[in-house]
């Protein structure tokens, strides 16, 4: 009699393990962050949608009109889901800081490098994209920017992809840092030689669209659909989908705050109707809502 009970109980749990491995997983519970712990390790990284922030650091501007593209911080990034950060910086006196362009942005990238790198011991499922650019001229710098990133990033190397290529899958990718480089150096994933100036175009097997200078919303709008085309064909490495923008029409220009309000919007209205992998999704002006509906597309 005892041995039938512990049959029967066995099985028991042995069915309801099977109806729970099959069960829809509720994304409405998913982490901002951790949402990437649910990933198939064997998913190439051209198949999965990821939130970025383009100026990432980029939180002051002048007279609050021009040079500011975010309203939360790094962490506070990390936090709602974005894995990919747009890294601008300047060397002054042998120290980096982000800035956008002429504007500083009150950060040192070593601050930002710990803090990258204290989320990925948090949350080892998973991982980031940074592209980094040198944004303006060093000042009292003897240093050459290359070897001034590659001294900032050793000193968290344990999670710091060093190498030329990025990773083939989400599993071989977790834990990490990988660069996107750029500039010329002889570390991270090299996009710099062919990177072109507000427009798309192909460099080193990741297609980009980085229409950032345009007449009018529907313009842009145009560009980021023919982008997540191209990203659901899964023939590139990445795609970089820059959400980003300006209106150079009238006087002043609208910047980033007044055109990430348009786009963003259009965004949460429209992702949905789009269909297959939406690739890197980078925007100014980031929130919670916009991260979720990129990365919930990985749970559909």
């Known amino acids: 009699m005892k041995n039938k009970l512990i049959t029967t109980i066995c099985i028991l749990v042995a069915l309801t393990l099977s109806i729970l491995a099959f069960a829809p997983f509720d994304c409405g519970k998913l982490d901002g962050s951790n949402w990437m712990s649910r990933l198939n390790r064997d998913l190439e990284l051209n198949q999965v949608s990821i939130p970025g922030s383009h100026d990432s650091g980029a939180t002051h501007s002048i007279g ?10 790094v962490g506070e990034q990390l936090k709602i889901g974005v894995r990919f950060f747009d890294i601008r910086l300047q060397q002054r006196k042998g120290v980096l800081h982000l800035v ?4 500083d942005q009150n950060l040192r990238f070593d601050d930002v490098v710990s803090e990258f790198s204290a989320f990925l011991d948090q949350n ?13 001229d060093p000042v009292g710098s003897t240093v050459d920017f290359a070897t001034a990133v590659k001294t900032a990033l050793e000193k968290r190397k344990e999670r710091v992809n060093f190498g030329n290529s990025l990773p083939s899958t989400v599993g071989q990718a977790r834990g990490k840092m990988h660069i996107l480089s750029r500039f010329n150096g002889d570390f991270g994933f090299a ?15 990741a297609f980009v669209q980085d229409n950032y200078c345009i007449s009018d919303e529907n313009a842009k709008i145009n560009d980021i659909i023919a982008c997540f085309k191209e990203s659901a064909t899964q023939k590139h490495v ?3 989908n820059f959400t980003s923008c300006y209106f150079d029409y009238g006087f002043p220009p609208l910047y980033a705050g007044s055109t990430a309000k348009i786009i963003n919007a259009w965004l949460l209205e429209n992702l949905d109707s789009h269909k297959g992998c939406l690739g890197l999704v980078i925007s100014d002006f980031v929130t919670s809502e916009l991260v979720q509906k990129v990365y919930r597309r990985n749970y559909l």
């Open 124 to 136: 080892p499922t998973e991982f980031l994209l940074i592209s980094i650019k040198e944004d303006a």
């Open 100 to 103: 956008h362009s002429f504007v």
């Open 64 to 73: 609050d009109v021009a040079g500011k593209c975010q309203s939360l911080s």
């Open 238 to 240: 990445l795609t970089l």
């Open 191 to 205: 996009v710099h030689s062919g990177w072109r100036d507000s427009t798309s175009f192909e460099v080193n097997g």
